[in-house]
């Protein structure tokens, strides 16, 4: 079971769900099973498969932005209520690193902690919605890994699942609430979660420890905002806006802060409604590009 964030730029808040070790049972019994007169494949007889391992990784849920917009006028306020654990995701856990010893440094978090939105909450910080949202994904595994199919014991047994996640604490947190939903409270041992140092993370595109990575990117992000029809559409968003050009505001900063106004039901400014078509399609732009360069 992985918590992970794919870096602070990246904004997907759904989790994937995947079943590794029932999809490869089942294909190597289905791909031995012969094929029909015509062509088609004959139905796998279900009692003859057995589950044994399931994966789960997933990403964080709901949080406030990392970044505010430039103008004052134009942010929402981050109230600190929204911060509010719902009672029913509690559950308690420790952190320790994959060596077994403490709980390593965040520099992640450190750095979320300068930055202080309107209203008083820290930047990137799982909400009160955040927490629902991977406590219900919880629930979901319940149903599917403990209900449906007895595979996991309806208490946290830390003998079947192991729990990794990277050290940023909204993972943590998410991580909590979805066990929260997952076993409903009830352990039978110790719940432990185990993380790395940041320089030595495998679970996002570790720039700080990636030579090659880093050098890939920088100037893919440095420029992905001047591409044909991007540079053209950010200008006309920011001049709606009244946002300087040299304010460092970007499609992914003004995505960013359009999607974390609308999970948590804010309201956003105006014109950032209005722009909100163009802003999504030109962050998905604009992330490709990073990714894949001109190809």
Excluded at 66 to 89: A, F, G, I, Y
Excluded at 167 to 192: D, H, M, V, W
Excluded at 230 to 245: H, Q, T, Y
Excluded at 273 to 286: G, H, L, S, T
Aim: charged share 20%.
């Amino acid at each position: 079971m992985i918590a992970r964030a794919f870096g602070a730029r990246l904004w997907a808040p759904l989790g994937v769900l995947v079943s590794l070790g029932y999809y490869l049972q089942q294909r190597r019994l289905a791909l031995a099973h012969p094929r029909a007169a015509d062509g088609q494949q004959q139905p796998v007889d279900r009692n003859l498969l057995k589950l044994k391992m399931v994966q789960v990784v997933f990403r964080h849920g709901a949080r406030s932005p990392l970044k505010p917009l430039p103008q004052q006028e134009q942010q929402v306020e981050w109230n600190p209520r929204l911060l509010e654990v719902p009672p029913q995701t509690r559950f308690d856990y420790t952190v320790t690193s994959l060596a077994g010893g403490p709980k390593p440094y965040s520099p992640f978090d450190s750095t979320y902690h300068k930055t202080v939105l309107k209203g008083g909450m820290f930047a990137g910080q799982l909400t009160s919605v955040g927490m629902s949202q991977m406590f219900a994904l919880g629930e979901r595994l319940r149903k599917n890994y403990v209900e449906d199919v007895p595979f996991l014991s309806p208490t946290f047994d830390p003998q079947e699942v192991f729990v990794r996640s990277t050290n940023i604490y909204r993972n943590l947190e998410s991580t909590r609430c979805l066990l929260a939903g997952l076993f409903r409270y009830q352990k039978e041992g110790p719940i432990t979660i185990y993380t790395d140092e940041a320089s030595s993370e495998v679970l996002y595109p570790n720039y700080q420890n990636c030579w090659n990575l880093r050098e890939r990117t920088r100037s893919r992000t440095q420029t992905a905002s001047l591409q044909p029809g991007i540079s053209e559409d950010l200008k006309k968003v920011r001049e709606g806006m009244g946002i300087a050009s040299g304010d460092g505001v970007d499609f992914l900063l003004l995505f960013d802060n359009m999607a974390a106004e609308q999970v948590h039901g804010l309201p956003s400014c105006p014109m950032l409604e209005r722009f909100a078509r163009v802003i999504k399609q030109r962050a998905v732009d604009v992330a490709l590009y990073v990714q894949n360069g001109d190809r």
